[in-house]
Each structure stands twice: as C-alpha cells, then as structure tokens.
C-alpha cells in the first residue's frame, strides 16, 4: 500500500529499481471514480507521474442507455449503473479537437484534470487499470543496472551507496584468498610427500602423533607446519550473522578470501578473536581444522 498525502491510498502492483518506476491501481478497482471526486495531485510526495502518462482535461457525463448506445460512448463499467437501468456515466475530452456526438444529451458532473495514457483509457478499462509513477532521489537505477547492491548510508536522509560485484580484477582481499586457496593445497601436498617418506614420528610413549612437524630445506621452506585445532577449540571462537541490512563489522571487508564470495544477509561469520579477521563460518571451520593460522594474517592462535 502507498500513501499519497493529496491522493489518498493505492496498491503497488509492480516496482522497477533500475527504471525506478512503479504502478498503482485503486483498491476498489475503479480509478475513475477517484479521477471523478478530485483531481490527481502529488504535492509533498516524493513521486511524479512517469514519463508515459500525461495530465489531459476530462469531463464525466452522466448518459442515459439511449444515448450511449445510440451514439456508441462507452461507459465506465464500475461507475455506471446496473445494466437493468437505464443510465451511465461516460468520460471525454474536455477540449477535443473534434466535439464528441451524444454528450450534450448528458448531465455532466465533473471536470478534472488526470493522469493519462494510450494503453490505460478512462473509457473501458478501468477495473486493474494503474497508473505509472517514477522517483528521482534516492537514485538506484544505475546501481542495480549493473546488479550492485544499493544501500543507504544512514538511517537518516537518503544518501546512498552501491555496492557492486567484483569484475575486470580482484580485490585485495580475494588476491589474498586465491593465493591461499591455491598455495596451500601445493604446501599441503609436499608436506604429505615428506611425511610419508620420513615416517611418523613420535615424541611420546603413548604414540600420539606429533601436532607440529619439522620441515628442513623444502623448496626453499623452513617453518613449523601447525596441524589445526579440534572442534570444541573453533567453537569458542565468536559466531556473527549478518543482518537483513547487509551490515558488516569492517565495512572495507565483503568478501570471503577463502571462498571469494560476497557476504550476503542472514550468512554466518566467524572471527578469529587473535586478529578479528571474519570469514565464512563453514569456510574458516574447514581451514582451522586443518591449519590454526589465521589465513590473512598467519597469526597462532595465543593458546596453540
């Protein structure tokens, strides 16, 4: 439902953000009679009739049976009486270029000034007939154009940003990300050739295998490789969801760098409370449970 301050209320029957444009109907299903009471007005709105329409003069007549169907003017079927009866109530041009046969038979009851196109006529179709209306500020239609998100910036005012998918490069972030996904396999990889060449060793009597293996001169590699941390350990750490606003905790950071994806609403986030670096929660629960690092940062973990 749309509220009019001088118009009243209609219904929305369908909006467009990248024309930014939308159609409402009477809930009654009868525009005219609305058209008939007063005329049409967008004072303190924010919208203004679209560009398809425009404000002509009609006079409303009302016709007796005889002289509609004598001189074929079409009634207005939710104005006019019951086909039983014997009158009408027919619209035309208050200043046609041609005078219209049959009108000065009727008593008129009003002249207005409505809004007015080819495919929308006063004259026959008014049941489900809407009218067009467009908006200028906030300005969306570019954004959503090129399938950005447009969000306000403020919860006050109508200052907007778009947000749009990553094209032509990538961030820093998913620079970070592809890097990871692709150079960690390959590490992962060496590190299970020289395990299995080397054995497993063991530190302790009870044979637990070691979390941290020693890799010497590999590839030019010299580092402890951290095995991850159980599951109990990554619960702890602190779970997010985003809200329906799409509202981040770093606004600069919107994409996963383990997936590459945008973070949508309702997604969960996990962050690692070390570095507050956030990532998908099934994403970075699957990385800490093979490495304890952060995958930015490469921090430990304080208590590994």
């Given at each position: 439902m749309?509220?009019?301050?001088?118009?009243?209320?209609?219904?929305?029957?369908?909006?467009?953000?990248?024309?930014?444009?939308?159609?409402?109907?009477?809930?009654?299903?009868?525009l005219p009679r609305r058209f008939m009471n007063k005329e049409f007005n967008f004072t303190d709105s924010t919208f203004q009739l679209s560009d398809d329409y425009s404000l002509?003069?009609?006079?409303?007549?009302?016709?007796?049976?005889?002289?509609?169907?004598q001189y074929r003017l079409r009634p207005i079927p939710c104005l006019s009486s019951d086909l039983n009866q014997n009158y009408s109530v027919v619209a035309v041009w208050s200043d046609p270029p041609f005078p219209t046969p049959g009108v000065e038979w009727c008593e008129p009851i009003s002249s207005v000034t409505v809004p007015f196109s080819i495919?929308?006529?006063?004259?026959?179709?008014d049941r489900n007939a809407h009218i067009g209306l467009q908006w200028n500020t906030p300005s969306c239609g570019?954004?959503?154009?090129?399938?950005?998100?447009?969000?306000?910036?403020?919860?006050?005012?109508?200052?907007?940003?778009?947000?749009?998918?990553?094209q032509g490069g990538l961030s820093?972030?998913?620079?970070?990300?592809?890097?990871?996904?692709?150079?960690?396999?390959?590490?992962?990889?060496?590190?299970?050739?020289?395990?299995?060449?080397?054995?497993?060793?063991?530190?302790?009597?009870?044979?637990?295998?070691?979390?941290?293996?020693?890799?010497?001169?590999?590839?030019?590699?010299?580092?402890?490789?951290?095995?991850?941390?159980?599951?109990?350990?990554i619960?702890?750490?602190?779970?997010?969801?985003?809200?329906?606003?799409?509202?981040?905790?770093?606004?600069?950071?919107?994409?996963?760098?383990?997936?590459?994806?945008d973070y949508q609403p309702q997604d969960s986030l996990r962050t690692i409370p070390d570095c507050n670096h956030y990532f998908h929660a099934n994403c970075i629960d699957s990385w800490l449970r093979m490495n304890a690092t952060c995958p930015l940062c490469r921090k430990l973990p304080h208590h590994s």
């Amino acid at each position: 439902m749309l509220h009019l301050p001088h118009a009243g209320d209609f219904l929305v029957d369908l909006i467009s953000y990248e024309e930014q444009k939308l159609w409402i109907r009477d809930p009654d299903d009868c525009l005219p009679r609305r058209f008939m009471n007063k005329e049409f007005n967008f004072t303190d709105s924010t919208f203004q009739l679209s560009d398809d329409y425009s404000l002509m003069d009609f006079t409303f007549f009302n016709c007796s049976s005889n002289v509609t169907w004598q001189y074929r003017l079409r009634p207005i079927p939710c104005l006019s009486s019951d086909l039983n009866q014997n009158y009408s109530v027919v619209a035309v041009w208050s200043d046609p270029p041609f005078p219209t046969p049959g009108v000065e038979w009727c008593e008129p009851i009003s002249s207005v000034t409505v809004p007015f196109s080819i495919t929308n006529t006063l004259y026959s179709v008014d049941r489900n007939a809407h009218i067009g209306l467009q908006w200028n500020t906030p300005s969306c239609g570019a954004c959503v154009a090129k399938n950005g998100r447009c969000e306000f910036l403020k919860n006050t005012g109508l200052e907007v940003a778009c947000y749009l998918p990553h094209q032509g490069g990538l961030s820093k972030f998913a620079s970070y990300g592809l890097g990871f996904g692709v150079g960690i396999p390959g590490l992962l990889s060496v590190i299970g050739i020289v395990y299995m060449c080397k054995g497993r060793r063991r530190r302790n009597e009870d044979g637990r295998q070691s979390r941290n293996i020693e890799l010497n001169n590999v590839a030019g590699w010299s580092s402890i490789v951290v095995m991850g941390l159980d599951g109990e350990s990554i619960d702890k750490y602190p779970m997010t969801r985003i809200g329906d606003s799409g509202r981040l905790p770093d606004p600069n950071n919107n994409v996963c760098s383990i997936c590459l994806s945008d973070y949508q609403p309702q997604d969960s986030l996990r962050t690692i409370p070390d570095c507050n670096h956030y990532f998908h929660a099934n994403c970075i629960d699957s990385w800490l449970r093979m490495n304890a690092t952060c995958p930015l940062c490469r921090k430990l973990p304080h208590h590994s």
